[in-house]
């Protein structure tokens, strides 16, 4: 019962901690939604689609996808009569940066300062179009999209459009919880029956690869199959209790910011008609390479320093 009662402690701290991040902005940004900020904002980044491939209305489901979700952009997308090149460099950018006021806000919350957060997911985003773009010459054809949902009426009255806010920053809490306090009653169990650490050795060489230590193995588990929210969820426990380091947090943020939830995210762009497996294949990739370089210069980085310490201290 000790273990039941401290995963359940922990999975409603975490809620918590990641609701407080979660609501509000899921609130203002409904609220946003519905205001001619939305609009403003698309109107001026529509002039830079070019410079990706893409129509100047292609903004649309760049911007939804950004301040509100993947489905938010993807419903964008299939408002739009779109080539299949644009819908496929819409999807990898979507990929990389998507929902970027929680995630961010998440991220923050394990200690990575949110310009590294956002150079690198939005870096990834448009410099992958812009090579996609270059190199890639097909795609030219309309795209046909597969079944989807129907688009909900807009509330009429301020009202509404509140309490839709309230609807919808209400469940995604929920729905947080829901994975949150089942996933750290798991971990519990798992760190009080010693069979965390014989997962860590399993993922030994995956962490290996990209430069941190063994025990943040289970928050890279995490986000890459549940997500960036569960991930980070998962990291808050580990630094606070398991001493994983802050460059390892940053380490593992990174790849992760660049690379979650890779089944559903990559799942749900099936019905625009894109390949989807090149679109996994440069998100495992790139957030490989990526977090691989950062580790390998900070080393470089923390050796040239105690260098420097070791010939100053002679």
Same mark, same amino acid.
């Given at each position: 019962?000790?273990?039941?009662r401290?995963?359940l402690?922990?999975?409603?701290?975490?809620?918590?901690?990641?609701?407080?991040?979660?609501f509000?902005i899921?609130?203002?940004?409904v609220?946003?939604?519905?205001?001619?900020?939305l609009?403003?904002i698309?109107?001026?980044?529509?002039?830079?689609?070019?410079l990706?491939?893409?129509?100047?209305? /292609?903004?649309?489901?760049?911007?939804?996808g950004?301040?509100?979700?993947?489905y938010?952009g993807?419903?964008?997308?299939?408002s739009?009569e779109?080539?299949?090149?644009?819908?496929?460099?819409?999807?990898?950018m979507?990929?990389?940066?998507?929902?970027?006021?929680?995630?961010?806000?998440?991220?923050?919350?394990?200690?990575v300062?949110?310009?590294?957060?956002?150079?690198?997911?939005l870096?990834? /985003?448009?410099?992958?179009?812009?090579?996609?773009n270059?190199? +890639?010459k097909g795609?030219?054809?309309?795209?046909?999209?597969?079944m989807a949902?129907?688009p909900?009426?807009?509330?009429?009255?301020?009202?509404?459009?509140?309490?839709?806010?309230?609807?919808k920053?209400?469940?995604?809490?929920?729905?947080?919880?829901?994975?949150?306090?089942?996933?750290?009653?798991?971990?519990?169990?798992l &760190? $009080?029956g010693?069979w965390?650490?014989?997962l860590?050795?399993?993922?030994?060489?995956?962490? &290996?690869?990209?430069?941190?230590?063994p025990?943040?193995?289970?928050t890279?588990?995490?986000?890459?199959?549940?997500?960036?929210?569960m991930?980070?969820?998962?990291?808050?426990?580990?630094?606070e209790? $398991?001493?994983v380091?802050k460059?390892?947090?940053?380490?593992?943020?990174?790849?992760?910011?660049s690379?979650?939830?890779v089944?559903e995210?990559?799942?749900?762009?099936?019905?625009?008609?894109?390949?989807? +497996?090149?679109?996994?294949?440069?998100?495992?990739?790139?957030?490989?390479?990526?977090t691989m370089?950062?580790? +390998?210069?900070? &080393?470089?980085?923390?050796?040239?320093?105690? &260098?420097g310490?070791?010939?100053?201290?002679?």
């Amino acid at each position: 019962m000790s273990t039941l009662r401290k995963g359940l402690q922990a999975g409603l701290k975490t809620t918590w901690t990641l609701g407080k991040i979660i609501f509000p902005i899921t609130l203002l940004v409904v609220i946003l939604q519905h205001t001619p900020v939305l609009p403003w904002i698309i109107d001026l980044v529509a002039p830079l689609m070019g410079l990706f491939g893409l129509s100047g209305e /292609a903004a649309i489901p760049l911007v939804l996808g950004n301040a509100l979700n993947l489905y938010a952009g993807i419903a964008g997308i299939l408002s739009l009569e779109l080539t299949v090149k644009e819908v496929f460099i819409l999807a990898v950018m979507l990929s990389f940066s998507h929902n970027l006021f929680i995630e961010s806000g998440v991220a923050m919350r394990v200690g990575v300062k949110l310009w590294i957060i956002l150079v690198v997911r939005l870096g990834l /985003a448009s410099i992958s179009a812009i090579l996609i773009n270059l190199f +890639w010459k097909g795609g030219s054809e309309i795209a046909q999209y597969g079944m989807a949902s129907a688009p909900e009426a807009a509330p009429e009255t301020w009202g509404g459009i509140v309490l839709l806010g309230f609807e919808k920053a209400g469940f995604g809490v929920l729905q947080l919880a829901v994975i949150v306090i089942p996933l750290m009653v798991a971990i519990q169990f798992l &760190k $009080d029956g010693g069979w965390m650490h014989k997962l860590s050795s399993k993922l030994e060489p995956l962490t &290996k690869l990209i430069g941190v230590q063994p025990n943040a193995g289970m928050t890279l588990a995490t986000g890459l199959v549940a997500g960036l929210a569960m991930g980070a969820g998962v990291m808050i426990q580990a630094v606070e209790e $398991d001493g994983v380091s802050k460059k390892d947090a940053t380490l593992v943020l990174i790849f992760l910011v660049s690379c979650h939830a890779v089944i559903e995210d990559t799942l749900i762009f099936v019905p625009l008609g894109i390949p989807i +497996w090149p679109l996994l294949l440069i998100r495992v990739v790139t957030a490989f390479v990526l977090t691989m370089a950062v580790a +390998w210069f900070w &080393k470089r980085a923390e050796q040239t320093k105690e &260098k420097g310490v070791v010939l100053h201290g002679q």
